[in-house]
């Protein structure tokens, strides 16, 4: 069974995304704690998937956390959730190899989205404020890791609830924005870039 | 103090002087009568009253003498006062300064005129007394009035010593060649005492100068901070009464939320509530956008950009919103390059390009850039709804929209051209708009022109797309498992994920492999624990570490993990993987032994 600790020291928040992870995400277990202090406590006594950190915590910060974890439990997949994403988060989270750097900013069906990336091996990393990249959407990264599992846009748009035209249409943009011509080479270059 | 204001300094002190050699001092209650005038007259009539006392001279000549010092004096009073009616513009200065200076010299001239018109010969007091009159004259003249003006200076210097010296030199004797003598060598002395006065006389101009200087920038920058602090007054206002709207109304549907008991209701409210909620995050955005902009503008770095890069990347931003809205976006392909920092151009252009889609029913929107004397003119031109002119100024300011008093915040948030404005006067970039109502507008933005790059010189490609992990140099991983479908699932995600992958279902071909085919690489090896045969993971993992420990990195995978397996690893620093691997953990592992480099 999949499991998630989510810190964060604003309880709204923490409870939240605990419950719109576990609502959205079969199986999906999720711990939420308030401190680095806690969070560290509950790793040594649990096991767990993925970490997914603030940065601002009230006995340290996010990537000194997530550096703790990474040291000693290498096996745990950590990421990053923060209000304010800025480059040096970015490159932080980069070097640690995290596999998700996210901004709070985001609907729950984006947030559900990229957990599930995550989980299913791949990386998202929100594009740093400011600078807006030519990122591959949420939407479209869903539609490119069901394709992966060899689903056929009928049961795609299915799982999705959206029409066959509009999923065609996401993939002309992902043909366009992954510069390739069709759907295999799609998800071999997506998996490639770690996008899914 | 660099090169051109130098000079413009040089050239504000020079006319600072010529205004200064004007000024003239009145003796109090007798405005007529200039101070100076008072002295040299006064001073004139009292060394020849002097003489004519001592000697024997005629006293008409004292008169004579005296009228052509004060005549000479009346003529400078007369150029002050035409001066300061006439105030002449700087380019004229220069003349003023030379008439007055020959006129100083008449002056001087008359002055000079003094021991030849008071001597007596014979009597010695007629030579002495005008000679030191005309040295206290030249002194006085030097030090207090040439100084200002160092022409004038050597033209009294020059006329009041040299014609009396020559006059009493040409006696050829007596007390008189003495005296000529005597004049003569005190001009190198007075020489010397006029350049120390007019050095004192600039210094103090240049005092003043920067004095005045100081205080103008002192003047602008009280100004410049008064003006920031009404323009964020004007935002914070704007902008709080922007975000309070959407808070009053989540007030108000919280409180029928709780009283409303039926169902539809109750969804309709929380419907409403979201887009309250969505409403205040897109404000925030946009308010925090704007200062995120004062941020980068502080941060700007300036470097030569081929312009259509930056217009490539607009309109892959725009593109969807135009198609959406059946607008054409045209961008014809430019040349040119621009010194600029890219970021805030485009910036700069996504504002005012997503402006133009915004007040754009129908027709396009063209992006184009031209040459326009020694700099790119880069113009936004629509075929949209148009722009009153008496609004055009307005266009600028925080949260002003056309057509939208009511402010509805469906209809966007009016702080893009702001932002816009704000860049532009940061950057010193000249931005007009021009604008027929029911036709259309153009906004066009002047930077600097740059010389083009050539493409293997650029000194940072800019893409955002993410880089393929470099193969080279990157471990491969190796797996060991007797379960052919484990082996294959695996092979197959790691291959997908761009690593070299080397299957074995047992450990000795894979030893084997480590050293041959694979002894130039490093290798993260996945052991499975329970394999077919006698060997455990930890055997066959004791065998690797023995040969290629540097190499190599082990991660043992397991179903179960028992508290002697545990024990073995952690002596042997191999991690656990428990069995079925998820595809996060491997994630996890593989990029904590990258994040290991």
């Known amino acids: 069974m999949p499991s998630l600790l989510f810190v964060d020291d604003h309880p709204i928040y923490r409870d939240a995304v605990r419950r719109t992870l576990e609502l959205e995400?079969?199986?999906?277990?999720?711990?939420?704690?308030?401190?680095?202090?806690?969070?560290?406590?509950?790793?040594?006594?649990?096991?767990?998937?993925?970490?997914?950190?603030?940065y601002r915590l009230p006995d340290g910060d996010g990537l000194s956390l997530l550096r703790d974890i990474k040291a000693r439990f290498p096996l745990i997949a950590v990421g990053l959730l923060c209000a304010d994403l800025s480059s040096p988060l970015a490159d932080g989270a980069t070097s640690l190899g995290a596999v998700l750097c996210l901004s709070k900013d985001k609907t729950s069906a984006d947030l559900v989205a990229a957990i599930r990336i995550a989980f299913s091996g791949g990386k998202v990393y929100d594009p740093v404020s400011g600078t807006e990249g030519?990122?591959?959407?949420?939407?479209?990264?869903?539609?490119?890791?069901?394709?992966?599992?060899?689903?056929?846009?009928?049961?795609?748009?299915?799982?999705?609830?959206?029409?066959?035209?509009?999923?065609?249409?996401?993939?002309?943009?992902?043909?366009?924005?992954?510069?390739?011509g069709n759907r295999t080479e799609a998800v071999t270059r997506a998996l490639r870039q770690r996008l899914i | 103090m660099p090169a051109g204001s130098a000079t413009l300094r040089a050239s504000a002190v020079k006319q600072e002087r010529i205004h200064l050699f004007f000024r003239t001092r009145t003796i109090p209650r007798l405005g007529g009568i200039r101070f100076l005038q008072a002295i040299s007259t006064g001073g004139a009539f009292y060394t020849g009253l002097l003489v004519w006392l001592l000697c024997d001279l005629p006293f008409i000549r004292v008169a004579i003498w005296t009228f052509l010092v004060f005549l000479s004096e009346c003529f400078i009073t007369n150029i002050n006062d035409a001066f300061r009616l006439a105030s002449p513009p700087q380019d004229t200065l220069w003349r003023w300064g030379w008439a007055k200076a020959a006129l100083c010299g008449v002056n001087a001239l008359a002055w000079s005129l003094g021991p030849l018109l008071l001597h007596v010969t014979g009597a010695?007091?007629?030579?002495?007394?005008?000679?030191?009159?005309?040295?206290?004259f030249?002194?006085?003249?030097?030090?207090i009035v040439g100084a200002d003006y160092t022409p004038s200076m050597w033209v009294v210097m020059i006329t009041a010593n040299v014609p009396a010296a020559l006059w009493l030199l040409s006696f050829g004797g007596g007390l008189e060649q003495v005296a000529g003598i005597g004049l003569l060598t005190l001009l190198p002395f007075t020489v010397a005492t006029g350049m120390i006065a007019a050095g004192k006389s600039e210094a103090a101009i240049n005092n003043r100068l920067d004095i005045a200087e100081l205080l103008e920038i002192k003047a602008k920058q009280a100004q410049q901070i008064e003006e920031l602090f009404a323009e964020r007054t004007r935002f914070f206002s704007a902008a709080s009464h922007d975000l309070r709207?959407?808070?009053?109304?989540?007030?108000?549907y919280f409180e029928l939320l709780a009283r409303s008991s039926e169902h539809g209701d109750r969804n309709e409210i929380i419907a409403h509530l979201q887009e309250c909620a969505a409403s205040l995050l897109r404000q925030f955005d946009a308010i925090m956008g704007v200062s995120a902009t004062d941020a980068e503008i502080r941060n700007a770095s300036v470097r030569p950009v081929a312009v259509h890069e930056i217009f490539a990347r607009v309109a892959s931003t725009l593109n969807l919103e135009a198609r959406r809205k059946s607008l054409r976006l045209r961008v014809p392909p430019s040349e040119l390059w621009c010194a600029v920092d890219p970021a805030l151009l485009e910036r700069a252009l996504l504002n005012l390009v997503g402006n133009a889609i915004k007040y754009t029913t129908k027709g396009a929107i063209l992006l184009c850039a031209r040459r326009r004397a020694g700099a790119v003119m880069i113009q936004v031109i629509d075929t949209g709804i148009g722009i009153e002119q008496k609004y055009l100024d307005a266009i600028f300011d925080d949260f002003f929209q056309v057509g939208n008093p009511e402010r509805n915040r469906d209809r966007g948030l009016g702080i893009g051209l702001s932002i816009v404005r704000r860049l532009c006067d940061a950057m010193g970039w000249p931005?007009?708009?021009?604008?027929?109502?029911?036709?259309?507008?153009?906004?066009?933005?002047?930077?600097?022109?740059?010389?083009?790059?050539?493409?293997?010189?650029?000194?940072?490609p800019h893409t955002h797309v993410e880089r393929l992990p470099d193969l080279s140099d990157q471990p491969g991983v190796l797996v060991i498992d007797d379960d052919a479908t484990t082996r294959d699932s695996l092979g197959r995600l790691l291959t997908n994920w761009g690593y070299q992958c080397a299957l074995?279902?047992?450990?000795?071909?894979?030893?084997?492999?480590?050293?041959?085919?694979?002894?130039?690489?490093?290798?993260?090896?996945?052991?499975?624990?329970?394999l077919a045969g006698a060997e455990t993971g930890l055997t066959i993992a004791d065998k690797i570490l023995s040969a290629?420990?540097?190499?190599?990195?082990?991660?043992?995978?397991?179903?179960?993990?028992?508290?002697?397996?545990?024990?073995?690893?952690r002596q042997r620093g191999i991690l656990l993987l428990r069995k079925p691997v998820q595809p996060i953990r491997l994630n996890a592992l593989l990029s904590s032994d990258m994040a290991a480099e």
């Open chain 2, 504 to 530: 074995f279902d047992a450990g000795d071909p894979a030893l084997h492999f480590l050293a041959h085919d694979g002894a130039a690489k490093r290798w993260i090896v996945l052991l499975d624990y329970r």
């Open chain 1, 25 to 54: 995400i079969e199986d999906l277990s999720v711990a939420t704690a308030e401190s680095c202090s806690a969070t560290l406590e509950f790793l040594a006594a649990n096991e767990v998937d993925l970490c997914l950190a603030d």
């Open chain 2, 548 to 569: 290629h420990a540097g190499r190599t990195r082990i991660s043992m995978m397991t179903g179960d993990i028992g508290a002697e397996i545990a024990e073995g690893a």
């Open chain 2, 138 to 143: 030249v002194t006085i003249a030097t030090w």
């Open chain 2, 124 to 136: 010695p007091a007629s030579v002495l007394v005008p000679m030191g009159s005309l040295i206290f």
């Open chain 2, 431 to 460: 931005l007009e708009v021009k604008s027929v109502v029911g036709r259309g507008t153009t906004f066009s933005l002047t930077v600097p022109m740059a010389e083009e790059i050539p493409a293997s010189a650029e000194v940072e």
């Open chain 1, 134 to 180: 030519n990122t591959l959407s949420l939407r479209r990264r869903e539609i490119l890791i069901y394709a992966s599992q060899g689903l056929l846009d009928k049961q795609i748009c299915e799982r999705l609830g959206v029409t066959e035209s509009t999923i065609r249409a996401h993939w002309g943009r992902i043909f366009e924005q992954l510069q390739v």
């Open chain 2, 245 to 252: 709207q959407p808070l009053n109304a989540m007030g108000l």
